[in-house]
C-alpha cells in the first residue's frame, strides 16, 4: 500500500517519529512531501531531518510560503504521478487551498484521499474558501480529527463520510523521557512555558500569576511571536524581570532538556471569538518527561490532562498562582502529578499508538 503525506508540519524533526513507526508497517510504503521551510509569521520553520528510517521525505516547492489558507505545492501532481499512491494523506486543514488542491489532483490519479483538521470552532469561511470547505466535506473519502470537539465541528458543518478521532502526532516515550534523579536539584521552583509569544496563549496572565508569588521561583519562557515585547516590558513593570527568561526558540530536539529543568510547566490559553485551544502538545510532551502540568480549562486542555494535572478557570489569575503555590509547597503532589501524567501519555499518547490508529485508517481506505 502506497502512501503520499503531504505535511509542512513534518518540518519538526520530533514529529518525524510518527513517520517512522507508520512505515514500521511492513504493508505501508510512505512517502511524505514537505516545504523547504514554512514562514509562521517573523519565524522561519527550516527544515529538520531527524527521523528518517523507513520511508522517503521529499522537499517540493511551496507556493505562496506563510499563508496558512492559500499554500500549495505546484509540482505535487508530477509526484503523484510518479508515485501511484493509493492512498493520499493530506496533513492539512479542509478549507484550505493545499488540501483542495492535493484532492483534486487524488482523485485524478485515482487514489482515495483523507484531511487532517484540528479545527474545534464551528466557523463560517469567506468565499473561496467556503467553496473549498464544502468540495472537500463532498469529495473527501475519510477524515481524521485531532479531538472529539473538532470532529463535533465537521459533523456539525455537514460532513458524513467516515471519520476518525486521532492526534496528529503523539511523543515518543524513549526521547521525552524522566530526568534521571526524581526530582530536581536546585533550591529555586522552576517554572516553564513553551509555544507561541500571541495573546490567545495567555502568558501576560501567567507573568501576572507569579509576580504575586512568594518565595524562590524563576519562570523561562521558550518561544517568539508578536507579544515577546510586550511581555517583557510586562515583566519589567511588575519587577519581576530579573526573575523571568525569554529563550527563544528551541530546535524541538533540544525540547526534552527543556522540560526535565522544570519543577512545573504552564499552558494558561484564553478563549477568542475565532480560536479555542486545540489541543496543547507541549504538555504531553511534559508529561512525558515526568514535569507536573498546569493547564487552563480553555478548549481541549481539560480533555489533554485528565487527572493528569491541575486545571484552572481560564483567566483567572488568581487560581493560577494558587495552583502554582500548591505545587512550589507539596513535593508529594509533584511526584504524584509526575508519576500520572507519564502513565496517561503512555496510555493514550505515543507516537506508536497514533501511527498504529492512522494506518488503520489507512488500510481500511485501501480495502
Same mark, same amino acid.
Given at each position: ?83 501511484? !499512491? ?11 487551498? +493545499? ?8 482523485? +485524478? ?18 468565499? !473561496? ?10 469529495? +473527501? ?50 517554572? /516553564? ?15 501576572? +500569576? ?12 521558550? /518561544? ?88 484552572? !478557570? ?54
Amino acid at each position: 500500500m502506497r502512501v503520499l503525506m503531504i505535511s509542512k508540519a513534518c518540518l519538526i524533526g520530533v514529529y518525524q517519529r510518527k513517520l517512522e513507526e507508520i512505515a514500521r508497517f511492513t504493508d505501508v510504503e510512505l512517502l511524505v512531501v514537505v516545504p523547504p521551510s514554512w514562514r509562521d509569521g517573523s519565524r522561519v520553520v527550516e527544515l529538520e531531518r531527524v527521523h528518517t528510517a523507513g520511508y522517503k521525505l521529499v522537499v517540493e516547492p511551496i507556493a505562496f510560503n506563510g499563508n496558512f489558507h492559500l499554500h500549495f505545492y505546484p509540482r505535487l501532481g508530477q509526484r503523484i504521478r510518479v508515485f501511484a !499512491p493509493h492512498v493520499v494523506h493530506i496533513d492539512e486543514e479542509p478549507y484550505n487551498f +493545499a488540501t483542495f488542491h492535493a484532492l483534486r489532483l487524488a482523485k +485524478a490519479a485515482g487514489a482515495r484521499a483523507l484531511w487532517f483538521s484540528w479545527q474545534n470552532l464551528n466557523r463560517r469561511y469567506p468565499p !473561496p474558501f467556503r467553496q473549498i470547505e464544502q468540495y472537500t466535506l463532498r469529495y +473527501a473519502d475519510y477524515a481524521i480529527a485531532g479531538s472529539a470537539g473538532a470532529a463535533a465541528v465537521w459533523r456539525e458543518k455537514g460532513y458524513s463520510g467516515p471519520l476518525a478521532v486521532i492526534p496528529q502526532f503523539g511523543v515518543d516515550p524513549a526521547i521525552f523521557t524522566p530526568r534521571v534523579s526524581e526530582g530536581r536539584s536546585g533550591s529555586e521552583f522552576v517554572i /516553564g512555558y513553551a509555544g507561541r509569544l500571541v495573546t490567545e496563549k495567555g502568558i501576560d496572565l501567567l507573568l501576572e +500569576a507569579v509576580a504575586g508569588m512568594s518565595g524562590a521561583w524563576r519562570l523561562t519562557v521558550v /518561544g517568539t511571536g508578536p507579544e515577546c515585547k510586550r511581555l517583557k516590558r510586562l515583566a519589567q513593570s511588575l519587577g519581576i524581570a530579573e526573575r523571568v527568561s525569554f529563550a527563544g526558540s528551541l530546535p524541538s530536539t533540544h525540547l526534552p532538556d527543556f522540560y526535565r529543568s522544570l519543577d512545573t510547566l504552564v499552558l494558561p490559553s484564553r478563549s477568542r471569538p475565532n480560536w479555542i485551544e486545540q489541543f496543547g502538545r507541549v504538555l504531553i510532551e511534559a508529561m512525558a518527561c515526568s514535569v507536573p502540568v498546569v493547564g487552563s480549562d480553555c478548549g481541549e486542555i481539560p480533555r489533554v490532562i485528565a487527572d493528569a494535572g491541575l486545571i484552572f !478557570p481560564e483567566g483567572d489569575v488568581a487560581a493560577l498562582r494558587e495552583s502554582l503555590e500548591r505545587l512550589m509547597r507539596n513535593p508529594g503532589l509533584r511526584q504524584h502529578l509526575a508519576r500520572r501524567g507519564r502513565e496517561r501519555v503512555l496510555a493514550h499518547f505515543t507516537q506508536a499508538q497514533v501511527a498504529a490508529q492512522t494506518v488503520a485508517v489507512y488500510r481500511e481506505l485501501a480495502g
